[in-house]
């Protein structure tokens, strides 16, 4: 079975600050996928990383960084000087090998204000 | 790139309706497509996973003479709301993945704009 969990429901930061979602996710299996999206007000889900269970570099994409311990199963997003247009949900999900990829399992989404 | 269409993106309907939502993958060949469903400030739930040339696989809970999924050639998937309620109001997003002939990345799933649908 896999799980994803986000703990945090809403946060709320005044623009030019940092802020870190946070992402614990449970999985039997030993290769697996997590990824991160960006879901506006308008409703599309918006692809941010893909990261496999063998590469826990973590990676940085402009204001994005990303944050992968296996020892603790999370996978932390982390914007620094945050923007009023990264207000926002924003899902961690996961996909492991059984079953081939097949099914993606969401977080609750972690809804990001930014306030100007 | 991998993109991926609906259509409608928005449908507002009345009770007892059909309501079909269209997903289209328009620059590659999907033979795996799925549908989620995602209530308001909810996450998103797999509803079913669509095959083409074969029956769809529906997840446990998910009625499939209620919601009629057509995956009929390798770049169209329907969804067909069949007899709506309001209780069926929510945002409805589709998926597709590369097929596994083409050596491309498998876990990766590329989203749909997503469908809005109203029952009144």
């Known amino acids: 079975a896999q799980k994803v969990t986000q703990a945090q429901t809403e946060i709320s930061v005044v623009e030019k600050e940092d802020v870190t979602l946070d992402c614990v996710y449970e999985?039997?299996?030993?290769?697996?996928?997590l990824f991160w999206y960006k879901q506006p007000p308008s409703g599309e889900l918006v692809f941010l990383i893909r990261?496999?269970?063998?590469?826990?570099q973590n990676e940085i994409s402009g204001r994005y960084s990303w944050n992968f311990q296996k020892s603790t199963s999370s996978f932390n997003f982390t914007i620094t000087a945050s923007q009023v247009v990264d207000s926002a949900v924003y899902f961690c999900a996961l996909s492991g090998l059984t079953g081939g990829y097949q099914k993606v399992t969401f977080g609750t989404g972690t809804k990001l204000q930014v306030i100007p | 790139g991998a993109v991926v269409s609906q259509h409608p993106s928005r449908v507002i309907c009345k009770s007892g309706t059909s309501v079909k939502i269209e997903c289209r993958s328009l620059d590659f060949q999907a033979t795996t497509m799925f549908w989620y469903r995602q209530f308001p400030k909810k996450s998103l739930m797999l509803m079913a996973t669509s095959n083409e040339g074969s029956k769809a696989t529906y997840e446990q809970g998910v009625e499939k003479d209620k919601f009629l999924i057509n995956h009929a050639s390798l770049t169209l998937s329907t969804l067909t709301v069949t007899s709506a309620h309001p209780e069926d109001s929510s945002f409805y997003i589709c998926s597709a993945r590369h097929p596994p002939s083409s050596g491309r990345p498998q876990e990766t799933q590329y989203f749909g704009p997503g469908t809005r649908l109203l029952v009144l």
């Open positions: 999985t039997r299996d030993t290769t697996y996928y």
């Open positions: 990261r496999n269970s063998f590469d826990e």
